[in-house]
């Protein structure tokens, strides 16, 4: 546990003081939202363009250290209203913490996240195992972004964080930022309005539900396209719009999308930027070339990479493209109500009544069209081109992609959909009164006193308006309480070498032993079958040790110190990491009794 949040503060802290200073460099005085986002992408890219270094992920620590004491310093008495800014955003961080600490809270201990329903984890934490002694993996050959993991091992060696709790604490680090980052878009609104509303548009039902999966990239890429479409938005603001660097903070968190997301990260953002100079109409060249300048800088390195990463078997619309889906997900999951603890799961599969999702998702699609509207008129040019781009992206992939990448693809336009419905339900009547998100958390721009409203507003919207409101903020708030409770949690410590013993293990039976603990509590499982996928596996509780050997069965494996032979007929074979691999020489040749892991069926569960 103390681990876990230690990679949480150290994540969240360099990044909102790194990121709020890149702001300040731009000539911006006032403390900006944009900065956890700004702050996480300029982590990632320092973390992995510092990690080959010496010392194999010390000076990436360095670094970020360094960079974070340097803006710090740089920022000290020179931002406004950082004091109001950030007791508004610490009730915000608060109620995401104890949101993504839920599947820990619930399971009983911590561990690696979502094992249970997706075991991809494991190649994750091998890659970064790999990657912390400087030493290659398949996804780094194959171009696949690196950059969070390289966060994990600055974590792992600058502070000793061991790397299941350093995806774990990047992963609700990520959780955290995100509802900050949304408080760019409700500054100047009632404080329960505000705080609900950032939470809900960090947190959608779709982004809890991937954070329940232990998927940090996905989680991390929803917060730089929701960040990305509220940096344009807020270079239109009066302290940004005459400002030759007002792209800048958009060209940062586009180069945090590189390295966390590859090139697909930036369909997005290109979609979004496009779009929006067409509404817009004005063409500042000046500060968009400034901006573009910095990126290309910036992504350079990781240019050979991304040609690499087009190849990567995701992309093959040929293939199965389930990963561990069990068909196309529906749409009206990006909506945010959905009351199912599994989003793969069909309306009407769990307890819930399918007529339930559909009056759900017809509420949802009403607000959406109302604030997509309601965003039209009001010149919300950001929002109506991030909106767009999302769906336009979500239909190309259900049409030429598959469902495991038209998933993904929700899941981005989640934190938008979320946007989009509760923003407008927040402006006042009053045409005349300008878009919310123009002050920060709530500290309104120029010396004038702030009219005090209450808890809803007496003065924002109309009665339906805000039956409306507070029906989607408990109903979308209350699925997404739902799937951070449903996360599985994990072991709680990894090793490479079992996925070391796969070319040894070969074709023949391996009766895996486990403990009850692992098995029962820690869904190891599917954890076990998808190290050894590729061959035959079959797991036992270590309560069957005795005896003979299985018929049929070659090798067997067991894990801690040995306390002799798990059966009388086996001999000790190898020691690898805290597992002993044990053989029955008299085994006959030929597969044994059992099963073959294929990759799909270790996706999808034993």
């Avoid at 600055?154 to 350093?166: D, E």
């Avoid at 329960?192 to 548009?201: E, F, Y």
Wanted: hydrophobic share 50%.
């Amino acid at each position: 546990m103390i681990a876990t949040y230690a990679a949480v503060l150290a994540v969240c802290g360099a990044s909102l003081a790194i990121g709020q200073a890149a702001i300040g460099l731009c000539g911006v005085r006032r403390w900006s939202w944009l900065s956890p986002a700004v702050g996480l992408a300029l982590v990632c890219a320092i973390c992995w363009g510092t990690v080959w270094l010496p010392g194999d992920g010390i000076a990436s620590a360095v670094v970020v250290t360094v960079a974070t004491v340097a803006s710090v310093a740089f920022l000290w008495g020179r931002v406004e209203a950082v004091g109001e800014a950030l007791r508004i955003g610490a009730l915000v961080a608060l109620g995401a913490l104890v949101a993504a600490s839920l599947p820990f809270a619930v399971e009983g201990h911590f561990g690696i996240l979502g094992t249970g329903f997706n075991p991809d984890m494991s190649q994750h934490l091998l890659a970064t195992d790999r990657l912390a002694d400087g030493a290659g993996s398949q996804l780094l050959q194959q171009g696949y972004p690196l950059g969070p993991h390289a966060i994990v091992v600055a974590l792992n060696k600058g502070l000793g964080i061991g790397l299941v709790q350093g995806f774990s604490g990047l992963t609700v680090a990520a959780a955290v930022l995100a509802p900050l980052t949304a408080l760019t878009a409700f500054g100047d609104q009632p404080p329960l309005r505000r705080t609900a509303g950032a939470l809900l548009v960090g947190l959608p039902y779709l982004v809890a539900s991937y954070f329940a999966q232990g998927a940090f990239k996905e989680t991390i890429q929803a917060l730089l396209v929701l960040s990305f479409v509220l940096a344009l938005r807020e270079s239109t603001r009066p302290e940004w719009v005459d400002r030759p660097l007002r792209f800048i903070p958009a060209a940062l968190i586009a180069v945090g999308s590189v390295y966390v997301y590859s090139f697909p990260g930036l369909l997005w953002l290109a979609g979004a930027l496009l779009i929006w100079l067409a509404l817009e109409r004005r063409l500042d060249i000046r500060a968009l070339s400034l901006g573009l300048v910095v990126f290309l800088v910036a992504t350079l390195p990781e240019l050979g990479r991304a040609i690499d990463f087009q190849r990567f078997e995701t992309f093959d619309p040929s293939g199965p493209g389930l990963g561990n889906l069990f068909g196309q997900v529906s749409p009206f999951t990006a909506l945010g109500i959905w009351p199912s603890g599994d989003f793969r799961l069909a309306p009407g599969d769990g307890a819930v009544p399918a007529f339930a999702y559909y009056f759900d998702a017809a509420f949802a699609t009403a607000l959406l069209l109302y604030g997509l509207a309601r965003c039209w008129r009001r010149r919300e040019s950001a929002i109506v081109a991030g909106l767009l781009t999302a769906a336009g992206l979500y239909l190309a992939t259900r049409v030429a992609g598959t469902p495991y990448t038209a998933t993904k693809a929700l899941e981005v336009a989640a934190p938008l959909v979320t946007l989009t419905i509760l923003l407008p339900l927040n402006w006042r009547d009053d045409p005349s009164a300008s878009p919310a998100g123009g002050a920060v958390a709530g500290v309104p721009h120029g010396g004038g006193r702030r009219r005090r409203p209450s808890t809803w507003g007496r003065a924002a919207a109309t009665g339906p308006a805000v039956a409306a409101l507070v029906l989607y903020l408990f109903a979308a708030g209350a699925c997404s309480l739902l799937a951070f409770a449903n996360a599985p949690v994990g072991p709680i410590s990894y090793s490479p070498a079992l996925t070391g013993l796969r070319p040894l293990l070969a074709s023949s039976s391996t009766l895996v032993l486990a403990s009850d603990r692992l098995l029962e509590e820690e869904h190891g499982a599917r954890y076990v079958v998808w190290e050894l996928r590729g061959g035959r596996v079959c797991i036992e509780s270590e309560s069957v040790r005795g005896g003979r050997a299985p018929s049929g069965v070659r090798f067997v494996i067991t894990e801690g110190p040995s306390t002799g032979p798990p059966f009388r007929d086996v001999t000790l074979r190898r020691r690898a990491g805290p597992y002993l691999l044990w053989e029955w020489r008299g085994a006959l040749a030929g597969p044994g009794p059992c099963p073959l892991i294929a990759v799909r069926q270790a996706r999808q569960g034993p």
